[in-house]
């Protein structure tokens, strides 16, 4: 048996629950709170009190990466979820359980607990505060999901556990889903996966499909990067290509098929917004462009981990005079991520419209095209497909580019571009969109899995 891994809030009945489930499975349940009790001879209330937090954080790690790799249900701690090594540990071969529970239930259900509040809020309000800070996190260990509000543990672990037999997916779903994909331009290779994957009854009704959503994404490097990660962490999932130009086929498809995520690319980026239930606060409303989807409990969140990427390897050119060619989606994310470096920003676009009316959202200045010479920046952005597979234009002539100025291609198939040639040509500081890409996709897969992936596997998917 796969290990299952209980997750939620406190009182959302993970002891009890799994106690239940792992009965019927005939495997032993363990608690990593108990685990940490019997461990260090004290109770949690003890470990909190004398050694604080942080001190239980640390064993409750050490519990984790112990655990036992398979036949077995596990419940966690409600916090574990929050720290990416747990996650690392949790998420190995395993599926992982989100139990979720209205904040009445919860509050009716740890009243008598002796465990130490962890803000200095009365109880209700701490339960909404720290459900709230964590949601992202409990998003991100939730393989599936349950609302045990109005169930008796024994009814819980029963829906559960035929969860976990059949998937969340209707047989009618898993078909037209392979319909949509038979209509696509896969290969052969990824169809005859697809296939396995989709039939029914399914061969495998936990694994989860993430994917590319775009048109066209054959392109993409996604599947080839996401799938060797996911057997590099022992995720059971697969990643493959949304190819479609209707933007609603492929999000009726994803939701049919109860898809864990999917990136979004040219041209849905702005499109995707409608289809969404929520769009993350902080990124994406003021990017006003999506490239990742997370689906969990329920609802579609967007959210934006282009402009991360894009601004880590420009830290060092803070204040910078800047140019950004494009206006779309790419060009949104590029333009927040160099006015939050303070940089002096004007954004040049084939339709002046859409340049004028970036420029006027993100706070910096625009200009016709042909006044790239004129302004003579310290960087330029390139965020339009220029230079994309089949394309061999570069958005700049050999003219136009000069030693002290720095080129960033945002395009990364091929990964030396004709604009990064040119540019290396004459002397240019230049960076490649391959960098951008595996930055971005590093925070997509922690908005996915809650694990952070280690600096040596990022070297070894950038080089
Ligand atoms: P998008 O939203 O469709 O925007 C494309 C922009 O390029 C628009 O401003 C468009 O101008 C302009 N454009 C298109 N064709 C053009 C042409 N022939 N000449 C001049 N301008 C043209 O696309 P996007 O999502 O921003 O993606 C743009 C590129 O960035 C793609 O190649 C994508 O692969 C790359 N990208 C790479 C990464 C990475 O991880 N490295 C991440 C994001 C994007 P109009 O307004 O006139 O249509």
């Known amino acids: 048996m796969k290990r299952i891994v209980l997750t939620g809030y406190r009182g959302t009945g993970k002891t009890e629950i799994g106690k239940q489930l792992a009965q ?73 359980v989100l139990l979720t529970a209205d904040i009445d239930t919860i509050e009716r259900r740890i009243l008598h607990s002796s465990r130490p509040p962890l803000t200095n809020l009365p109880m209700r309000k701490e339960i909404a505060e720290m459900m709230d800070r964590r949601r992202q996190h409990y998003h991100a260990a939730s393989d599936f999901y349950l609302d045990t509000s109005d169930t008796t543990p024994a009814d819980a672990a029963g829906k559960i556990a035929s969860m976990l037999k059949t998937g969340v997916a209707t047989a009618a779903a898993r078909a037209e889903g392979l319909t949509f994909f038979r209509s696509g331009r ?40 996401f799938n060797a990660l996911f057997r590099e962490f022992g995720l059971n999932n697969y990643y493959t290509f949304f190819e479609d130009p209707e933007l609603d086929q492929i999000m009726t498809v994803a939701r049919s098929l109860d898809v864990k995520g999917l990136s979004v690319t040219i041209p849905f980026k702005q499109d995707v917004i409608p289809f969404l239930d929520e769009v993350d606060e902080h990124a994406a409303q003021q990017i006003g462009a999506v490239n990742t989807v997370v689906f969990a409990c329920g609802s579609a969140i967007g959210y934006n981990t282009d402009w991360l990427g894009i601004r880590k390897p420009l830290v060092g050119m803070k204040g910078a005079k800047a140019v950004l060619l494009g206006a779309g989606g790419g060009a949104s994310a590029a333009a927040y991520a160099l006015v939050d470096l303070d940089m002096d920003v004007t954004i040049l676009n084939r339709t002046p419209a859409k340049a004028k009316e970036l420029a006027q959202r993100a706070g910096c200045r625009w200009a016709a095209w042909d006044a790239f010479d004129s302004i003579r920046p310290d960087l330029v952005v390139n965020t339009t497909p220029l230079g994309m597979e ?35 040509a004459k002397g240019c500081t230049t960076i490649t969109g391959t960098g951008m890409f595996v930055e971005q996709a590093r925070e997509q897969f922690y908005l996915w899995f809650g694990i952070d992936l280690p600096e040596e596997t990022l070297r070894k998917y950038i080089a």
């Not at 004290?42 to 239980?56: A, K, L, M």
């Not at 234009?393 to 040639?421: A, H, K």
Request: aromatic share 4%; hydrophobic share 35%; proline share 11%.
């Open 24 to 96: 019927q499975n005939g495997v032993p349940f363990l608690d990593t709170d108990t685990l940490i009790e019997q461990e260090t001879g004290r109770s949690i209330p003890d470990i909190f009190h004398e050694d604080g937090e942080e001190r239980f954080r640390a064993i409750e790690r050490e519990v984790i990466a112990s655990l036992p790799p398979a036949d077995v249900v596990i419940g966690t701690g409600g916090g574990a979820v929050v720290d990416p090594k747990n996650m690392e540990h949790l998420r190995k071969d395993s599926t992982l």
């Open 186 to 225: 896969l290969s052969a290779p990824v169809l005859q996966r697809l296939e396995e994957i989709l039939k029914n009854p399914p061969a495998d009704p936990q694994m989860r499909i993430l994917g590319v959503a775009g048109y066209p994404c054959a392109h993409s490097r996604g599947p080839r990067l």
């Open 390 to 424: 089949p394309d061999t234009r570069s958005p700049l002539t050999e003219e136009q580019l000069y030693p002290d100025l720095t080129v960033y291609d945002l395009v990364y198939t091929p990964p030396i571009t004709p604009l990064i040639e040119r540019a290396r």
